[in-house]
């Protein structure tokens, strides 16, 4: 039996690519400062190419860019990318908030 695989929620790339805790690593540093791949590895416990590929895969979700300077390439923080993660986070903390004042607000039934 051959299932096809469905996207089941769309638009998630970067809450996904955030699972990996050296990814969020990386953009914590990044949001720190633009930094070139050595920089990045510096700061991890891990190799050049592995933060090349944790790279990518930020590049891929919107969250990273990059820039050549020279030989060297800088990446930053993609400002659309990380807006459209906090727009996302400010609609369900918002809607979280709604249901809890409106849970909140309804009147309690007295007990004879």
Same mark, same amino acid.
């Given at each position: 039996?051959?299932?096809?695989?469905?996207?089941?929620?769309?638009?998630?790339?970067?809450?996904g690519v955030l699972?990996?805790?050296?990814?969020?690593?990386?953009?914590?540093?990044? %949001?720190?400062?633009?930094?070139?791949?050595?920089?990045?590895?510096?700061?991890?416990?891990i190799s050049r190419?592995?933060?090349?590929?944790?790279?990518?895969?930020?590049?891929?979700?919107?969250?990273? %860019?990059?820039?050549?300077?020279g030989t060297r390439?800088?990446?930053?923080?993609?400002?659309?990318?990380?807006?459209?993660?906090?727009?996302?986070?400010?609609?369900?903390?918002?809607?979280?908030?709604?249901?809890?004042?409106?849970?909140?607000?309804?009147?309690?039934?007295?007990?004879?």
């Open positions: 039996m051959n299932l096809r695989f469905v996207e089941t929620y769309p638009g998630d790339e970067g809450w699972g990996d805790r050296t990814r969020r690593a990386i953009v914590m540093s990044l %949001a720190e400062r633009p930094q070139a791949v050595g920089e990045l590895a510096d700061g991890l416990p190419p592995a933060v090349s590929q944790h790279l990518k895969v930020l590049k891929d979700a919107g969250l990273v %860019a990059e820039q050549a300077v390439r800088i990446y930053r923080l993609n400002e659309a990318g990380v807006a459209a993660l906090r727009d996302q986070l400010d609609t369900f903390w918002n809607r979280a908030l709604g249901g809890y004042q409106d849970l909140v607000e309804q009147p309690t039934e007295e007990k004879p």
